[in-house]
């Protein structure tokens, strides 16, 4: 059971936000990597973006983040406004000379989460780096690393949108279980999420979006 | 309003190449034509300097090619700031066909000033006020090709450049007068390469002309060296292919 | 955007202690670098007395440049930029505020010590007690600009491949005006004159440059990884 600063909420009282994106484009470069994606992620849902290697996956995760403005098309929240998403990305974003529990905190500040000190450690027990916590994050292997960097998603608003890149990746049995878990959680509550992986997820009630079907550009 | 829709409608990259194969063989004639011009009046009618005897006369080429750089600066600036706010390709291919003309141009400025301090000056090189404002303008202009060039993405390069074209811009004129406030306080009377000379009429025309002739030139090369870009930048393009066939043909 | 901007100077004031030899690195150049010139030149005392405060500020200017190259690489490279360009309700708020910080955290990490080592070197060079005071004032005023500029240097040439000597090929000539007043007061208290007009100057580039070169540099991070 996950335990956030944000104590236990009225599930139906506040959901996620509903993303829709209309006949989006997103380039890299020079290059346009996919054009005329919709989507639609309600809340509740989890959505599986499926493709190969190179198809733009990340861009579009990107995108739908914020960091990058899409070639074409629209991106509508519904709220307009609301708990800002989570985007984890490929990297982990973490330095090399922080502490565990020096870098959990820094995320948690940095994206005004306001985890309290408990919040912290419980998400840090959670991921299994409780004896790890005073260990600077050069010292962990790339699995260990992974998990830090996705005690985000213990300490984020519950219904914010979760866009994962890879989370998986790197990852143990035990903590891909784990994160399978989360999510599951989060879908409960009537959070969203939208992930990419190369390894088929083993959740229920996942919706699979083939993004390498769309058509090549002209 | 009619004029701004026959603006915009160059703005394609496709009908600019056009109107720059249409215009350049005049623009390349003008230049020529006002060159010799300028330099004719300037070496044979305007009259010998009482102080400095013919040695002035590279004036003619200094003060335009001085002026030209930091005009081109500027006109780099404008056009990259324009492509960047407005996303038009065009004009961020305008701002980088500018800039090695307008970074020759201060070289010469900087040449012909080594060339009109030598004999007034006795050395080859003065830290005029001027002279070395269009130092630091060179490097400016080589900043910014620099910059350009190391970065692969052309969409990034451009709105690079274009911001690092606005900060110079907004830096020169605070260059300039600290050059100039450095230049004074240290030598108590300033070295200057020698003051113009009072104007007589024809050696204000001689330069008139030789700016002219400068802008006519710098026009015909920068089209020149958009269309390069055009062609670069757009070589997938259908109508491009389609030009081509019928230039060559 | 007070939060982003304490949260990152903090950890990047954490990380600087945690290297403190890299971190020092500059300082170390700041002095190798102003002692070459007597060796070069020569010990005459009057020359060296001359030329002290000239060669004080462009050794501090290049140390200043050195760690430039590593504000935003590190950051971009382990996706931590990317992060703090989401801590905000924009990017571009969010680079702002990631802009100043990085700006302040060079300058206490190496802009600051620099200024404090100068009457050191100042001495070595006989320069008298006033000048050196006024070096360090010019220093303390400088400084801040060289910083404040070198984000902006370092945010352009963000992922660049030759972005270290880029870099330093574009914020040279920026920081000109800078060097002008700074060294210029130093020489103008020396000779007994009044140095205010050149404080001044160096103050109103200070307020100029902290007033826009944030933006700049916010700017120039959007630029570089959208």
């Known amino acids: ?218 | 309003m009619p004029s701004s829709i026959r603006f915009f409608h160059f703005a394609s990259p496709a009908r600019f190449y056009a109107l720059a194969t249409r215009w350049s063989p005049a623009l390349w004639v003008l230049a020529a034509v006002l060159a010799a011009a300028a330099l004719y009046i300037g070496f044979f009618v305007a009259p010998t300097d009482a102080t400095q005897g013919d040695a002035y006369r590279i004036i003619f080429i200094h003060v335009p090619a001085a002026w030209m750089s930091m005009v081109l600066y500027l006109a780099m600036a404008l056009w990259a700031a324009i492509g960047w706010a407005l996303n038009a390709r065009l004009a961020s291919m305008f701002a980088r066909a500018i800039a090695p003309t307008g970074a020759m141009f201060t070289f010469l400025a900087l040449w012909t000033g080594a060339l009109w301090g030598r004999p007034t000056w006795g050395t080859w090189w003065v830290w005029d006020a001027r002279l070395t404002s269009e130092l630091i303008l060179l490097f400016l202009y080589l900043g910014y090709l620099a910059l350009v060039d190391a970065i692969d993405d052309t969409r990034r390069a451009d709105r690079a450049g274009a911001l690092l074209a606005v900060v110079g811009s907004v830096n020169v004129p605070i260059i300039y007068f600290s050059v100039k406030w450095w230049n004074t306080l240290h030598q108590g009377a300033s070295i200057t390469l020698s003051s113009a000379p009072t104007m007589a009429q024809s050696m204000l025309i001689a330069m008139l002309l030789m700016t002219l002739a400068f802008w006519a030139y710098a026009f015909a090369v920068v089209f020149k060296r958009t269309q390069a870009i055009v062609a670069e930048r757009e070589r997938h393009a259908q109508w491009l292919t389609t030009t081509r066939k019928l230039e060559t043909a | 955007m007070t939060r982003v901007f304490a949260t990152v100077l903090r950890r990047d004031l954490r990380l600087a202690a945690r290297r403190r030899s890299d971190a020092l690195l500059p300082v170390a150049f700041f002095v190798v670098a102003v002692s070459l010139f007597p060796l070069g030149i020569g010990p005459e005392p009057q020359t060296l007395r001359q030329i002290a405060p000239g060669i004080v500020w462009v050794c501090a200017l290049l140390a200043a440049m050195l760690s430039l190259g590593a504000m935003y690489s590190g950051d971009l490279v382990d996706g931590s930029l990317d992060q703090m360009l989401l801590s905000g309700p924009t990017p571009g708020q969010a680079s702002l505020a990631v802009a100043a910080a990085k700006s302040l955290a060079h300058w206490l990490v190496t802009g600051l010590p620099l200024t404090i080592l100068a009457p050191l070197l100042g001495v070595l060079f006989g320069v008298a007690p006033a000048p050196i005071v006024a070096l360090t004032a010019s220093l303390l005023l400088g400084t801040p600009i060289l910083s404040l500029l070198g984000g902006l240097g370092a945010a352009l040439t963000l992922g660049v491949r030759s972005g270290g000597v880029l870099l330093l090929l574009l914020v040279l000539p920026l920081c000109i005006p800078t060097l002008i007043f700074g060294a210029g007061a130093v020489v103008a208290i020396d000779s007994g004159l009044s140095a205010r007009g050149h404080f001044s100057l160096l103050g109103a580039l200070l307020i100029l440059t902290m007033l826009l070169a944030p933006l700049a540099t916010a700017a120039a991070l959007r630029i570089a990884t959208e």
């Open chain 1, 1 to 218: 059971m996950a335990t956030t600063s944000h104590g236990d909420l009225d599930a139906g009282a506040r959901a996620s936000r509903t993303l829709t994106v209309d006949g989006l484009a997103g380039r890299r470069g020079e290059r346009i990597l996919f054009h005329d994606f919709d989507l639609f992620v309600a809340p509740g849902e989890l959505v599986w973006l499926r493709a190969a290697n190179g198809y733009g996956k990340t861009t579009l995760l990107r995108i739908l983040a914020g960091l990058a403005l899409p070639e074409a098309g629209t991106i509508r929240w519904s709220p307009a406004s609301g708990p800002a998403t989570v985007y984890l990305a490929h990297a982990n974003a973490l330095k090399d000379d922080l502490t565990v529990l020096e870098s959990v905190r820094y995320q948690s500040t940095l994206h005004g989460l306001e985890a309290s000190e408990a919040a912290i450690a419980d998400a840090i027990r959670r991921f299994g780096l409780q004896s790890r916590r005073h260990a600077p994050i050069r010292t962990l292997s790339q699995g260990q690393r992974r998990r830090v960097a996705l005690t985000r998603l213990c300490l984020s608003d519950p219904q914010s949108t979760w866009l994962l890149d890879e989370p998986w990746d790197a990852l143990d049995a035990e903590g891909v279980a784990l994160v399978s878990t989360l999510l599951d959680e989060h879908a409960a509550r009537r959070g969203n999420a939208l992930f990419t992986s190369h390894v088929p997820p083993a959740i229920d009630g996942l919706r699979t979006v083939q993004f390498d079907a769309l058509p090549a550009p002209a």
